[in-house]
């Protein structure tokens, strides 16, 4: 997903619908695009809160799917989730 694209200017959805973080919970794609217009360093610091975020969960999940023996199903459902695209 490019945020600064012009779609997003009244997307009120949060950037990932599925992700917990507090970027994601309290901010829209129209307003995190517009910092990003606006050269607001808040823009990167919640782009990188929500970027770390993502990553420590996919850790985790990582983690828990071979602890169960599911790394080849979670591997296949990760690929078709994000081979798609951004919603």
């Avoid at 009244?10 to 606006?38: I, K």
């Avoid at 782009?47 to 799917?65: G, S």
Wanted: proline share 2%.
């Amino acid at each position: 997903m490019l945020i600064k694209n012009a779609r997003y200017a009244g997307d009120q959805r949060p950037l990932d619908s599925a992700c917990s973080c507090s970027v994601c919970n309290r901010y829209s794609r129209a307003y995190l695009r517009h910092l990003f217009a606006a050269g607001e360093i808040t823009a990167a610091i919640l782009a990188t809160i929500h970027n770390v975020h993502f990553y420590l969960d996919i850790m985790r999940q990582i983690r828990e799917a071979i602890g169960f023996g599911n790394l080849a199903k979670f591997s296949s459902a990760m690929h078709a989730r994000y081979a798609a695209g951004p919603e």
